[in-house]
C-alpha cells in the first residue's frame, strides 16, 4: 500500500501480509486497518482526495467487493462499503490488472498510447486492456480476464478456477511447478519415472518456480524443457491477447516475469507472429517494475 500524489510521487508505502481468519469481517478489518495506518501517515489527512484499490478477482464492482475470490475462503469480500464507512473517504476497486493498465498508461511506457495491453505473469495470470484510449472494464468489472483463455487444448492442468487448459494452469507462478509434472510424465510414458528434484538436478521439496526456471538458465535439461513448453504457451496467451484487443504495445510483468526476462520475453517475441493474425505490437518489460500495479491503484484515488 502507498500514499502517493496525481505524479506518481509516492509519499510513503509499506509491504503487508494479510492472514485469513475465519471470518470475513474479521479480514475486512485487517484492510480497514491498514489503509487507516496510511492516511495517518499524511500531515492534514482531510486533503485525501480518495483511496484506490487494486484487487484480485473476481469482481463484482456494483456491490464494490470480490466475488467468489478463488484465493480467499470466502463467499465473497466487501470492499468499498466498508472502507467509506470507517473511513469516510471515496473508495474506488478495480481488478488489479485492469488498474495496472491505467499505471501503465498514465506514468509508464503507454503515456502516448492510445491501445495497449498489460500483462502479469506472477502468482496468477491476468492483463488489463486499453482500447481507442478506453480503460475495458466489463459488466462486473472483471474484463481482460486473459489468464484463463485456453492455451493448452490437451486440458493437462486443472486451473484454480477449476477450468481446465488455462493459461494460468500452466505457466504461472503457482501452477509451473505442474506443468513441470506433467512434461515428467509425458516424458515417462505417463509412469512416475524419475522424481522431478532428480531430473531438475535439486534437493528434495525445493521444487517451485524460482528453481524450475534458475535451473533453466544454468542449461538443466529438463528445466530448459519446461521453459520452452512455458515460453510457448506464454506466447499463445499473448497472440490471443494481440488477436483480442489489436494494441500497439504490450508491457509485461509480474515476479516471473520481472525475475526471468530472457526466458519469459525471448519466446514471446518469436512466437507471437506464428500464431496472431493481427500485426504484433511492441512488446516489453514495463518499466514500473513492481510497481506498476501500486502506482494504478493510485491512479484510481484520482479518477473523477
Known amino acids: 500500500m502507498c500514499v502517493g ?11 503487508t501480509d494479510m492472514a485469513k481468519p475465519p471470518r470475513v469481517e474479521a479480514y475486512v478489518e485487517q484492510l480497514v486497518e491498514r489503509v487507516r495506518e496510511g492516511l495517518n501517515q499524511v500531515p492534514g489527512g482531510e486533503h485525501i482526495i480518495g483511496i484506490g484499490v487494486a484487487s484480485f478477482g473476481p469482481l463484482d464492482l456494483k456491490k464494490g467487493r470480490m466475488a467468489s ?9 466487501p470492499i468499498v462499503g466498508p472502507l467509506e464507512e470507517a473511513l469516510d473517504v471515496r473508495v474506488v476497486l478495480m481488478n488489479d490488472a485492469n488498474a495496472a493498465a491505467l499505471g501503465e498508461r498514465t506514468f509508464g511506457a503507454g503515456r502516448k498510447e492510445e491501445n495497449l495491453v498489460y500483462v502479469t505473469i506472477s502468482t496468477g495470470i491476468g492483463g488489463g486492456a486499453i482500447v481507442d484510449g478506453h480503460l475495458l472494464s466489463g459488466k462486473d468489472g472483471n474484463a481482460a480476464e486473459i489468464g484463463h483463455v485456453v492455451v493448452d487444448p490437451q486440458e493437462r492442468l ?3 478456477c477449476g477450468r481446465k487448459g488455462h493459461w494460468e494452469a500452466c505457466c504461472s507462478g503457482r501452477n509451473l511447478p505442474n506443468l513441470a509434472r506433467a512434461l515428467a510424465r509425458e516424458g515417462s510414458g505417463g509412469a512416475h519415472g524419475r522424481r522431478l528434484e532428480d531430473r531438475l538436478g535439486i534437493g528434495r521439496g525445493q521444487v517451485d518456480s524460482a528453481t524450475i526456471l ?8 529438463f528445466g530448459v524443457r519446461v521453459a520452452r513448453e512455458m515460453g510457448r504457451l506464454n506466447a499463445v496467451g499473448v497472440a490471443t491477447t494481440v488477436n483480442l484487443y489489436d494494441p500497439s504495445l504490450i508491457t509485461i510483468g509480474g515476479a516471473v516475469a ?13 512466437l507471437v507472429p506464428t500464431y496472431a493474425i493481427n500485426r504484433p505490437p511492441r512488446i516489453i518489460l514495463t518499466p514500473l517494475g513492481d510497481d506498476v500495479g501500486l502506482l494504478g491503484a493510485l491512479c484510481l484515488a484520482f479518477l473523477k
Open 5 to 15: 500524489d496525481e505524479k506518481g510521487q509516492l509519499l510513503w508505502r509499506k509491504s
Open 69 to 77: 475470490p478463488s484465493n480467499l475462503p470466502y463467499e465473497s469480500v
Open 158 to 160: 486443472t486451473c484454480g
Open 214 to 221: 534458475r535451473r533453466a538458465a544454468e542449461g538443466n535439461r
Open 258 to 270: 520481472l525475475n526471468n526476462a530472457e526466458l519469459v520475453l525471448e519466446p514471446i517475441r518469436k
